[in-house]
């Protein structure tokens, strides 16, 4: 379970979130929506810990994950997977160093341990064969894969934050990397957090659904609780996109 409450980020004068309550429970995906900055990657940062909200609170399975030691938090993160923006894939490295990276840094895997570990991840999301590739010579799609064995390389991945997974990609590709986070999510119980633009692929891929709009959540439930919200703002959204 992921829970935020009461959690309030600013920068400067400017409140980017305010008072915040949202809550995953284990094994779900919550989608959120809303305009560009409003403040959805901003959730992101503060439920991976690298952002510190001025008041509230964020709970990972109960626990305060700002009151975690140096320690726990470390195990806490390598069981958490983050899938960013466009991929954000190292450039200079291959396929299969991209995803045996995160292994090397947080793990004392032997090299062949990495390898077949790296082997599996890339099986999963069907991408075995361009282990000796490199990004640039992948679709956007292909791409998008590698981000996610990458944010997948803890041994039992438990939480997947995906910030605009699709962004940039044909429906068709789209389709299948909202099918691959479905599959994440059944295979692994993963609790999973995915902010986009697309209800298309909110549909496809939540099981709750939160909208932000002026640093607030103005609503938040199932796809059947949100589409009887009266908000004129959720409204013309649902509308805009059907
Ligand atoms: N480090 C920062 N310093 C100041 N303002 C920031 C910073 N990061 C984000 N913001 C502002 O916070 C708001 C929300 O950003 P963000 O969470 O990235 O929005 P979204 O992901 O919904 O597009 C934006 O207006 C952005 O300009
Ligand atoms: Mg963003």
Known sequence: ??????????????????????????????????????????????????????????????QDISRLSDEELLRFRQRMGMVFQEGALFDSLT?????????????????????????????????ES???????????GMRRRVAIARAMAAEDPAFMLYDEPTTGLDPFTSKSICDLMRRVQREFTTTNIVVTHDLTDAYRVGDLFTFIKDAKVIATGSRQEIERSTDPFIKTFLSLES
């Open 130 to 140: 361009s282990i000796d590739s490199k990004p640039s010579d992948l679709s956007g």
């Open 95 to 127: 396929v299969g160093e991209n995803v045996a990276f995160w292994l090397w840094e947080h793990t004392q895997l032997s090299d062949a341990e990495v390898e077949t570990r790296v082997r599996t991840l890339l099986r999963f999301v069907g991408l």
């Open 1 to 62: 379970m992921i829970r935020l409450e009461n959690v309030t980020v600013s920068y400067g004068s400017r409140v980017i979130l305010d008072a915040i309550d949202l809550e995953i429970p284990t094994g779900k995906t919550m989608v959120i929506l809303g305009e560009s900055g409003s403040g959805k990657t901003t959730i992101l940062k503060c439920v991976l810990g690298t952002l510190h909200p001025v008041s509230g609170r964020v709970l990972a399975n109960g």
